[in-house]
């Protein structure tokens, strides 16, 4: 069987891994740090249920939908069920309702209407003046333990998963990629591990990894802010029923509540320092949801680069597109042997991976159907009890 | 909050190459607030692409960026360098664990001990009825413990007698004898086991240092009480 090597240790990755095991590839994943340190794990953990997309962006709102389905029974340990709610604080938001549930059902995302009463019931550190609410599937998830199911999966099935390897150069016969010279910064030694078919799955560095092979994938880094303050104020999600717009997500989490999120454009991922007026917008915009939000202890404030798909030339970064595409380097660029996955986001790991697969066994002339929405992960513990990192 | 000079001291390890162990010193300008992984991140990306620490989630939900910081264990993404209060700050991988490699060791040890399919929820604390919203079965939240080993590092028990269970397992343990109550002759029968709950010496470092108010001492006792009514 022919062997992958897949660039990025992230969510879809380790969905990758899983997907292409199950299919009978051999697989290598080479991670330059740790694993899920990039973006996944950084996630404000907000397991979607489409809702925040249906009104600008149905593709990406019956995805979520669909994805949160399938995690919910695929990795259950690392999801806290709880539903999510919709506020409208004012007129304005009460009028976009009707549209705003039209497009859920379109989308197939189940909603149920809730009066003010009802809403503060269940939440009572809403802001008592809300005007109404909607309820919605979302969830919270654990962004390390959600993906460690998918890596424990791909490691019992005999991938290689090895953290701390960096790709210093991509490896070219002609028009074809063959391989990678890897760092190992364990060792410090330089290996080349030959691979039939290379997936770039590097999220927002996949540019980088890209210009290796003298190509390049239209991907954008989309960093932003987020913000946990102690104390779980709330057991649902918490969303503002307003265009997808900054600071208007409170995800609850163990003891916590996290606040995201906002967002910039930069081009490179890794030099993004933390604006600081940041927390304090994203504070003052989540007291306006539950006004406890004001007074909470600050946790934790940090940072993380989207990988966002720009096809188009979007200029703004809410409206740029949370779609995925996987992009085959021979029919863009006429490069053999190389595939990017750039875009998508933490809830559609798994339907990433299936694209990027499905592409893996056209190219390589099989006919395996992706098995990944119906086959059990074992718990996450199991990656870390076979052993955390390469020995 | 103007830059000030901040100096560290990493323990590094390379098997092989950088063996035994030794400190490395970097100096970097960081704003005071800026946490221990803040500037691990700085110092990766300008000084030492190779500098290996584990981190993922940074706001201590993960638990995989423990260290030894200035001697005792804690998370580096909530432990900001002005609450330290020292000139040099020493950062040293988690004691009791096998280093791979600089700050990432392999937490596998403690992890081979729980049953991987032990809960990780436990009841919303004000799941009421009125609470629950239509559609969901019950209020569910993740357990407090990130399973970051900071209770394993800091147990003297742990270093002398490494075939303790030891204070992460043993918290996990008495959790899912509460959640799983047909479990519970079973698994108290583990932690009354010659490797269990008696080797504690109550030194309560586990419950100091623990990042997420697990308080590992308070299971132990717990379970101490209970294996005395199996006597």
């Known amino acids: ?391 | 909050m103007a830059d000030t000079k901040i100096i560290f001291r990493i323990m590094r390890y390379k098997p092989g190459v950088i063996d035994p162990p030794r400190f490395q010193e970097f100096e970097i300008a960081g704003r005071p607030d800026m946490t221990v992984l803040e500037a691990l991140d700085e110092i990766r990306l300008t000084r030492d692409a190779g500098l290996m620490y584990r981190h993922c989630c940074h706001h201590a939900s993960c638990g995989t960026c423990a260290c030894m910081i200035n001697g005792a264990p804690a998370l580096a993404c909530t432990t900001r360098i002005a609450d330290l209060k020292t000139e040099v700050i020493h950062l040293e991988p988690l004691e009791n664990h096998p280093c791979l490699g600089d700050l990432a060791v392999d937490v596998g040890g403690f992890f081979q001990e729980i049953d991987a399919r032990w809960t990780y929820h436990r009841p919303c604390g004000d799941a009421s009825a009125q609470r629950t919203p239509q559609g969901v079965d019950q209020l569910l939240r993740f357990e407090n413990c990130i399973e970051c080993g900071c209770c394993v590092a800091a147990c003297p028990v742990v270093s002398s007698t490494p075939r303790f269970l030891g204070p992460a397992v043993l918290a996990a343990l008495n959790n899912e004898r509460r959640h799983r109550p047909t479990s519970q002759p079973l698994l108290l029968e583990i932690a009354a086991g010659p490797h269990g709950a008696d080797q504690c010496r109550r030194h309560l470092a586990c419950s100091r240092v623990c990042p997420a108010a697990v308080y590992p001492a308070r299971h132990i006792a717990d379970l101490q009480r209970d294996i005395k009514k199996l006597k």
């Open chain 1, 1 to 391: 069987m022919e062997r992958i090597l897949i660039i990025g240790g992230g969510g879809t990755g380790a969905a990758l891994a899983h997907d292409l095991i199950l299919r009978g590839y051999g697989v290598t994943l080479v991670e330059k740090g740790s694993l899920l340190s990039g973006t996944t794990g950084r996630h404000h953990g907000l397991l979607h249920s489409g809702a925040r997309y249906a009104l600008h962006d149905l593709e990406t709102a019956r995805e979520c939908y669909a994805e949160n389905q399938i995690l919910r029974r695929l990795a259950p340990q690392a999801i806290e069920p709880n539903d999510g709610l919709f506020v409208a604080l004012n007129d304005q938001d009460l009028e976009l309702r009707e549209r705003f549930v039209e497009k859920c059902t379109l989308a197939g995302i189940p909603t149920r209407l809730l009066s003010s009463a009802q809403a503060l019931m269940l939440e009572p550190t809403l802001h008592p003046d809300l005007k109404g609410a909607v309820q919605v599937p979302d969830a919270s998830m654990d962004a390390w333990r959600l993906p460690l199911h998918f890596f424990a999966a791909a490691q019992a099935g005999g991938a290689r998963i090895l953290p701390f390897h960096q790709v210093q150069a991509l490896i070219l016969k002609g028009r074809q990629v063959t391989g990678a010279r890897v760092r190992d910064f364990r060792s410090r030694r330089a290996n080349t591990l030959a691979a039939d078919l290379v997936v770039n799955a590097a999220g927002p560095w996949a540019g980088q990894i890209a210009e290796l092979a003298g190509v390049k994938a239209p991907v954008r880094p989309g960093p932003g802010v987020m913000l946990a303050v102690s104390g779980r104020l709330t057991n649902m999600v918490i969303n503002r029923l307003q265009p997808a717009g900054q600071g208007d997500i409170l995800v609850p989490q163990r003891n916590l509540t996290v606040i995201g999120t906002t967002v910039w454009l930069a081009d490179d991922p890794d030099r993004v320092a933390l604006p600081g007026e940041h927390v304090q917008r994203l504070r003052t915009l989540g007291a306006r949801l539950v006004p406890a939000v004001a007074e909470a202890p600050l946790h934790a404030a940090w940072c993380a680069s989207r990988p966002l798909f720009s096809s188009d030339g979007q200029r703004d970064p809410l409206r740029i597109s949370r779609g995925f595409a996987c992009i085959d380097h021979q029919r863009r660029d006429g490069l053999e042997g190389f595939v990017s996955v750039v875009g998508g986001k933490a809830t559609t790991l798994r339907a990433m991976a299936q694209e990027a697969a499905d592409m893996i066994c056209a190219k390589t002339g099989r006919a395996f159907a992706c098995r990944t929405a119906e086959t059990p992960l074992p718990p996450y513990r199991e990656f870390l009890q076979a052993h955390g990192m390469p020995r």
